[in-house]
């Protein structure tokens, strides 16, 4: 499902999008009650109307919301209005993982590493 900017979900207003992935799309919104900028996490349409897709949405958010760590986003709530169901949590500005690995060379030379001693360890097993 594609969100227009402008589009409202309960108290959240769509500004536009950021990605998409097999689970659903993600766009960035405003809560309008709080004045925060927020991350939308929309299921698909298809989803949206199968029950099991569904539990486990809701699922995925309550094990979220019941985390605190300064590496996964804070949950703020589950939206469901207009035959539509969202995700609302923290929008983490910045690159994303995908960006970072095109660009990134050093971050990733421990999985390097890694492999060359797997590699290495195997030839001597």
């Given at each position: 499902m594609t969100l227009n900017a402008g589009t409202k979900l309960g108290p959240y207003e769509v500004?536009?999008?950021l990605g998409a992935g097999g689970m659903g799309e993600v766009y960035r919104a405003t809560d309008t009650k709080l004045g925060r900028d927020v991350a939308l996490k929309v299921l698909?349409?298809?989803f949206?109307?199968?029950a099991q897709r569904m539990a486990r949405f809701r699922r995925e958010a309550q094990v979220l919301a019941s985390l605190n760590h300064p590496n996964i986003a804070t949950i703020y709530g589950l939206e469901?209005?207009?035959g539509n169901c969202?995700?609302?949590m923290e929008l983490v500005e910045g690159p994303?993982?995908?960006e970072k690995i095109r660009v990134a060379q050093g971050p990733f030379s421990g999985l390097r590493?890694?492999?060359s001693k797997?590699?290495?360890a195997k030839s001597r097993a």
């Open positions: 500004v536009g999008g698909p349409e298809a949206a109307r199968d469901e209005s207009n969202a995700l609302a994303t993982l995908a590493l890694f492999r797997n590699r290495n």
